[in-house]
Nanobody, 112 residues
Framework: QVQPVESGGGVVQPGGSLRLSCTFP????????LAWYRQAPGNERELVAR???????DYADSVKGRFAISRDNDKSTLYLQMNSLRAEDAAVYYC??????WGQGIQVTVSS
C-alpha cells in the first residue's frame, strides 16, 4: 500500500489550535487501530494518542485533556485535534496504523 498522507500542520502561537488529518489508502482506518506519534529534534519518537478499532482511546499524560483523536472510516481518515498548544508540543507528527504503516510526518511549530 502507499504511504498515508498527513495534512493540517503549520505554525501556531502558544494557546492556539490545529487539527491534523491523515488519509489512508482504501478503508484501512476501519480495520486497524490507529495512532499519532511525534518526534522532536534530539528526542525519541513518542506515542501521543491511540484509537482502537472499537473506539477506545489512550493519551499521553502530557496531552490529556488538550488533544482528541478521532476517525472517519468512510473517508479513511484519522484526525488529531490539538488545543491549548504549548512550545513543548512542537515536533514532527506521524500517523500510524497497526498494520505497520507510517505516514511521512508533518511539522507542527508552536512559536510566538
Amino acid at each position: 500500500q502507499v504511504q498515508p498522507v498527513e495534512s493540517g500542520g503549520g505554525v501556531v502561537q502558544p494557546g492556539g489550535s490545529l487539527r491534523l488529518s491523515c488519509t489512508f489508502p482504501s478503508s484501512i482506518s476501519a480495520r486497524y487501530s490507529l495512532a499519532w506519534y511525534r518526534q522532536a529534534p534530539g528526542n525519541e519518537r513518542e506515542l501521543v494518542a491511540r484509537l482502537y478499532r472499537e473506539g477506545a482511546t489512550d493519551y499521553a499524560d502530557s496531552v490529556k485533556g488538550r488533544f482528541a483523536i478521532s476517525r472517519d472510516n468512510d473517508k479513511s481518515t484519522l484526525y488529531l485535534q490539538m488545543n491549548s498548544l504549548r512550545a513543548e508540543d512542537a515536533a514532527v507528527y506521524y500517523c500510524y496504523s497497526s498494520s505497520g504503516t507510517w505516514g511521512q510526518g508533518i511539522q507542527v511549530t508552536v512559536s510566538s
